[in-house]
């Protein structure tokens, strides 16, 4: 079992006493052996990638990051203008309510999570207590604290090809995006 220093859970409801272990809510095609990821866990990320989920949960969003394997072409290309550790891109639809949201930061224990592996992701098969709450506002400015450049475009659908450099691409909850089918 590994540890992380601090694992969170973001959401917009300020009132979780526990966090019960639950299948995820759209099952995903996972490698053999990975299967049991569909079933009832408490997920949680860590720090350097919790500006994740810096924005509203049905936000749709693309973040991306280099990678050691990260091209200097890919660099130039999507970072050249930018010292940013991380962009994030989301629909100008989404903007008013990221800038006027609140979220909820949850530091969990980290003794009974696994880490998977993937960017950031830890699980836990147990019940988990939370163990502080933190409300957060201006998440814009949270996002730039973190390191995180925001930008709003009309689509995500001209980013679907992102997916093929070599930057880490991640998308949650793309199929609230604006025509996406993929």
């Known amino acids: 079992m ?4 601090f694992l969170y859970h973001f959401s917009e409801d300020p009132d ?3 966090f019960v272990p639950r299948p995820v809510r759209v099952a ?31 936000c749709p969003r693309i973040l991306l990051w280099p990678i050691e394997s990260t091209t ?6 999507w970072f050249e203008a930018t010292d940013a ?8 639809a989404w903007d008013l309510q990221l800038r006027s949201t609140e979220v909820y930061r ?3 224990p980290a003794p009974t999570f696994v880490y998977l592996g993937e960017i950031g992701h830890w699980v836990s098969r147990e019940v988990v207590v939370p163990t502080r709450l933190d409300r957060l506002d201006d998440l814009t400015g949270r996002l730039a604290a973190a390191g995180v450049e ?12 992102v997916w093929e450099t070599t930057l880490h691409a991640s998308g949650i909850r793309l199929r609230n995006a604006l025509g996406w089918q993929q």
């Open 2 to 5: 590994n540890s992380a220093p």
């Open 16 to 18: 979780i006493a526990l």
């Open 28 to 58: 995903a095609a996972r490698g053999a052996g990975r299967e049991w990821l569909n079933g009832p866990l408490v997920w949680a990320i860590d720090e350097w990638h919790s500006p994740m989920y810096l924005f509203p949960r049905e």
């Open 72 to 77: 200097q072409a890919d660099r130039e290309r």
């Open 85 to 92: 550790r991380m962009i994030a891109y989301v629909e100008e």
């Open 106 to 108: 949850y530091l969990l």
């Open 150 to 161: 925001l930008r709003v475009v009309p689509s995500l659908l001209p980013l679907s090809g």
